[in-house]
């Protein structure tokens, strides 16, 4: 039995569902974000009156109760027909389990269509073939107080100089440069991989699949400088509990997030129309544009394949049509090009990487091991709070240990 399913029936029975209601007709999509639920529901809608067929979302409670759900379906022979996962390691697991269905005809299709990039399929292809449609294509990207630059003379940084110089004049200027907490625990990573990336993306690459250590020279030359961007008063406050909030009340000038953010800004106050954002430069201006990228598979089940109402609620999911619904609900992007950019931000993002020629790489978080990402972003996160190179150092040395206990075992 692959290791994807072994144990994982223990305590599984347990598990809490909220579930919506659905008739024998109906698709139901399985999902652990119950924050989208009504803006899911609304594309499920959408689909009813452009298909015949209804798309009903079926949220979990936790990510926790979702994962033991999916995986125990799985390990039964029961695999839901339609959900959500995640990128990465824990997605190459699941197509591993051979009970997910192969899509390289519904993206031959959506690719000659024009509506997606063959580059979009990146984050959902193994071994070469391609297991899912996106819910989402998130860009982590710079955004910024529009009026405040404007106030400052500071024009979009286009290399790592200026960027630097930008945080100088901001700060200078009585103001914080940039918006990063540890709030909800999981945030510590968002500075780590930019810094990696912009710096050494094969490094960044290799801390994925245990070539590189992370007590290596290019982690700690990204530590340094995240020490002294620190120690120049270039960073918020990280303990608090409030972000969002924050930036939309003007905490920072800028701030590193991913492209979903945007409706959460707006529902905090801030004016679309004041929210600008860029790609942050390499370190090296000669290095190729380079963005992080948060994909979100949706996967049908392998015995789904044949049946015409899940195929259709899929295809209606990733279409011009269900990609407006879904940005028109949640103001998120799923890479259509021929559908409306949900905001202002998305369509400059858009435009900028097509004249760049940007290479996108997939998020840290999906990246990383399963089994790691709770402890390593604890110690990213301990370092956020206490941003020394002394704590560096420890947390660098503690990363490493655990990162080479567990690739001893693969």
């Known amino acids: 039995m692959n290791k994807y399913v072994r144990s994982v029936i223990a305590g599984v029975l347990g598990a809490t569902m909220i579930a919506g209601v659905a008739t024998a007709d109906d698709v139901q999509l399985y999902h652990d974000k119950g924050f989208w639920s009504e803006q899911l529901q609304a594309v499920g809608d959408a689909s009813a009156e452009a298909t015949g067929v209804r798309i009903v979302e079926n949220p979990y409670a936790t990510a926790e109760q979702y994962k033991a759900f999916i995986q125990a379906s799985i390990a039964s022979g029961d695999a839901p027909q339609m959900f959500t996962w995640w990128t990465g390691q824990t997605f190459t697991e699941l197509t591993q389990t051979g009970k997910i269905a192969k899509l390289n005809d519904v993206w031959a299709d959506m690719v000659a269509s024009g509506e997606y990039a063959e580059s979009a399929a990146d984050l959902f292809t193994v071994d070469g073939d391609i297991y899912a449609v996106p819910l989402l294509l998130a860009r982590w990207v710079m955004l910024y107080n529009k009026p405040l630059f404007a106030e400052l003379g500071i024009e979009e940084p286009t290399t790592w100089d200026e960027l630097m110089a930008a945080a100088e004049t901001v700060k200078a200027a009585g103001h914080t440069p940039f918006n990063a907490t540890v709030h909800e625990g999981w945030r510590g990573f968002i500075w780590f991989q930019e810094l990696m990336l912009r710096t050494d993306p094969e490094a960044y690459l290799g801390l994925h699949n245990g070539t590189v250590a992370y007590d290596s020279e290019p982690v700690r030359r990204a530590f340094e400088m995240w020490v002294d961007m620190y120690d120049k008063g270039y960073f918020t406050d990280p303990r608090s509990n409030e972000e969002i909030e924050d930036f939309a ?142 704590t560096a150092e420890d947390v660098m040395a503690r990363m490493q240990a655990l990162n080479a206990e567990y690739w001893a075992d693969q």
Not at 251 to 264: K, N, Q, R, T
Not at 290 to 301: D, F, L, M, Q
Not at 313 to 340: I, P, R
């Open 249 to 390: 009340g003007g905490s920072a000038a800028m701030y590193l997030m991913g492209e979903w953010v945007v409706g959460s800004l707006a529902a905090s106050g801030l004016e679309t129309s004041d929210l600008g954002a860029f790609i942050v430069p390499n370190v090296d201006p000669d290095a190729p544009s380079a963005v992080i990228v948060e994909g979100g598979p949706v996967v049908i089940s392998a015995a789904a394949k044949d049946n015409p109402d899940v195929m259709a609620a899929l295809k209606f999911f990733s279409s011009v049509d269900g990609a407006n619904a879904w940005a028109e609900a949640s103001g998120n992007y799923m890479g259509n090009l021929k559908a409306d950019a949900p905001n202002p931000i998305i369509a400059k993002i858009n435009s900028d990487m097509t004249e760049a020629g940007t290479a996108t790489y997939n998020r840290w978080w999906e990246a990383t091991p399963p089994d790691l990402q709770g402890e390593f972003v604890a110690e990213l996160n301990r370092f956020m709070l206490d941003p020394t190179m002394d």
